[in-house]
């Protein structure tokens, strides 16, 4: 079935820091790939999508790569600020199917 | 634009009790509608989900139940709560072919 991984946190890193958290996939055909952003307390918010392979996703400085060949969609920022504190979900969508399926999430900590 | 609510936001119950969630999708019409719980520092399970009124898949066996009485309405019910039903309870909608929108979720602790 389909799955998605990602790196175990926490990751803690120092304010400017780049931070990158890596994303595997496995899925037949061409899903659509998504990060979402959950702060403490709340629930998920869409982050950025990718619909096919080459896509870029970008928002709020934080950027991904729809890789085929790799299977992959590692998010990235290059400057992080304390206020990036949060768990990061990665999830892919079946084009024909109703339901997202998500990795394990990564805790971020950003200190001063 | 669409929006999302879930009540309670907070819930403490002694188990034996029964539940009841509620979540409420403004601004589109028939929806998906999912349920989620996230454990203690844990990922997300999909428990529910809804592609139309009285149409309810259930994705793991448990004693959670789920109704969509109303286009926008989804309901998360148990008549007798566990210790281990304690958790963060999330509500989302989507449209057939896009991404999903979460509600701010119900924290249930159960003593």
């Known amino acids: 079935g389909d799955s998605v991984t990602q790196m175990e946190g926490p990751v803690t890193l120092s304010e400017e820091a780049f931070l990158t958290i890596n994303c595997t996939y496995t899925?037949?055909?061409?899903?659509?790939l998504f990060w979402y952003v959950q702060y403490p307390g709340e629930g998920l918010q869409l982050l950025l999508k990718a619909t096919k392979a080459d896509d870029k996703g970008s928002n709020k400085g934080f950027e991904a790569t729809y890789r085929k060949e790799t299977t992959s969609f590692h998010l990235e920022k290059g400057s992080v600020q304390v206020s990036d504190s949060a768990v990061y979900f990665c999830a892919l969508k079946k084009a024909a199917g109703n339901k997202l399926t998500f990795g394990g999430g990564t805790r971020v900590l950003v200190k001063p | 634009s669409q929006t999302i609510h879930q009540w309670p936001a907070t819930l403490v119950q002694p188990v034996g009790s029964p539940l009841s969630l509620e979540c409420t999708v403004e601004g589109t019409s028939n929806p998906n509608l999912y349920w989620y719980r996230q454990a203690a520092g844990r990922g997300l399970q999909l428990l529910f989900y809804?592609?139309?009124?009285?149409?309810i898949s259930s994705e793991v066996p448990q004693n959670l139940s789920a109704s969509r009485p109303q286009d926008r309405q989804f309901i998360l019910s148990s008549k007798k709560l566990l210790l281990s039903d304690s958790g963060f309870y999330l509500c989302?909608?989507?449209?057939?072919?896009?991404?999903?929108?979460f509600g701010p979720g119900t924290r249930l602790t159960v003593l």
């Open positions: 809804s592609v139309g009124i009285g149409q």
């Open positions: 899925a037949t055909g061409y899903p659509s």
């Open positions: 989302a909608w989507s449209s057939t072919f896009n991404e999903q929108f």
